[in-house]
């Protein structure tokens, strides 16, 4: 089987969907590497690296199989071969184009965000692997734009009491910033929709807040929180701006699949906060968790910084690359044979699963749903 992996496109897009690592450790599963020249080059890896792994320079869309970070440009989906298999990021629930036009290209496409969120695909989860980055960066992007240190420091200038910061939102890009601005010296708050998290933010010493909204938990099928109702919103907005008039800094990272970011933060709330204040909000590239938020831009509104950053995975080419390179190699590996050649099983859960487009349809429900709505 051939894997090809040609240079990301898309604006900004600074990652890569194969490390030589990874190239070593196909190439020797049988499995021919073959690179566009430069693919590397913005996640600080030279075509050196790749060759001296196994891999050759070629045309990065000529492989059995293409490897992809951001969902392909119509271009890019013109130089697809019928028949060829695409692994990336589609953004299936979101973009019914992207599908529509791979379907008709006649590609097998398997989308990252589609493989189920089981044990077994643990490896696989670049959902994952890129929030445990975004998260990363949205605290230190915190750090950096607040006017005041996040840790208590002692000194013979004085006291300096540590920051307060909420984090909206504890999936994995949630507890990762948590996780980080708690090792900054932060003082940590945390909500979720999703009691099951209680315990988790508690673990990595941060305070759940309570919410007295009447929401027992809204958890939903995969572990993933529902859409709250819009009074349950409203509660729930008018809640939190008092919690949030406390803090010093807010990071959001509320989501639901497929969905427009929950709003959770009204402008009533930004303006309770105190001058100089930060927020960070990661679902800024969904519409936001806040009122004022402007996606790829920072807005200053009643004195308070509202960050909105979009692919913040991207920022940190090197580690995020290196990371969804692993998740890549473990889907891959599911689709080669022992004979080194290609074998789709679609009875495979994961297969079956993440597989988006078909023999020319559109053969995942929810995809379909999008690409027709
Ligand atoms: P996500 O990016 O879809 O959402 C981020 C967080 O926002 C979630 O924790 C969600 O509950 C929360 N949220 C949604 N609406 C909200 C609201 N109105 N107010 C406050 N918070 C709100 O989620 P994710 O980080 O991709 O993952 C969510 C969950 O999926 C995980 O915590 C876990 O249970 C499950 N998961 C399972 C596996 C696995 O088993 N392999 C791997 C990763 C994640």
Do not use: W
């Not at 792994?53 to 492989?63: H, K, R, V």
């Not at 013109?78 to 953004?91: D, P, Q, Y």
């Not at 909500?191 to 010493?205: C, N, T, W």
């Not at 929810?366 to 690409?371: D, I, P, Q």
């Amino acid at each position: 089987m051939k894997l090809s992996v040609p240079k990301e496109t898309s604006e900004g897009e600074r990652r890569v969907a194969l490390v030589p690592e990874i190239a070593k450790k196909l190439s020797s599963q049988e499995v021919e590497v073959v690179l566009e020249s430069g693919a590397g080059e913005s996640a600080h890896l030279p075509d050196s690296q790749y060759e001296e792994a196994g891999a050759s320079l070629g045309d990065g869309f000529s492989g059995d199989v293409v490897a992809k970070v951001a969902p392909p440009s119509a271009e890019e989906i013109g130089k697809l071969s019928e028949g060829t298999v695409l692994i990336g990021f589609l953004e299936p629930l979101t973009n019914g184009e992207t599908a529509k036009a791979l379907a008709q290209a006649g590609v097998t496409s398997f989308a990252m965000e589609a493989i189920p969120r089981i044990t077994r695909a643990q490896a696989m989860d670049a959902l994952s692997s890129q929030a445990t980055v975004g998260g990363y960066r949205a605290a230190l992007i915190l750090a950096e734009e607040l006017g005041r240190f996040l840790p208590m420091l002692t000194t013979a200038a004085g006291t300096i009491k540590p920051a307060k910061v909420l984090v909206l939102g504890a999936g994995v890009a949630g507890l990762q910033a948590i996780a980080t601005a708690r090792r900054l010296g932060a003082v940590l708050h945390a909500f979720d929709v999703r009691s099951a998290v209680e315990e988790q933010i508690q673990s990595l010493g941060a305070k759940f807040v309570k919410l007295d909204i009447g929401l027992e938990n809204a958890e939903s099928e995969g572990g993933y929180a529902r859409e709250l109702t819009e009074e349950e919103q409203q509660r729930q907005r008018e809640a939190l701006a008092d919690v949030i008039g406390g803090m010093d800094g807010v990071i959001s990272t509320a989501a639901v699949p497929g969905r427009k970011a929950p709003l959770l933060i009204i402008e009533d709330a930004v303006k309770k906060m105190k001058p100089g204040s930060v927020i960070v909000d990661l679902a800024a590239e969904t519409g936001g968790n806040c009122e004022l938020t402007k996606a790829g831009e920072t807005v200053i509104a009643h004195d308070v910084k509202i960050v909105g950053p979009t692919n913040l995975a991207s920022t940190m080419p090197d580690h995020a690359s290196q990371l969804y390179a692993k998740n890549v190699q473990s889907l891959v590996e599911l689709m080669v044979g022992e004979d080194g050649a290609l074998k789709l099983d679609f009875e495979d859960e994961v297969i079956k699963g993440a597989c988006i487009t078909r023999d020319g349809d559109i053969v995942h429900e929810r995809a379909k749903e999008a690409a027709n709505a």
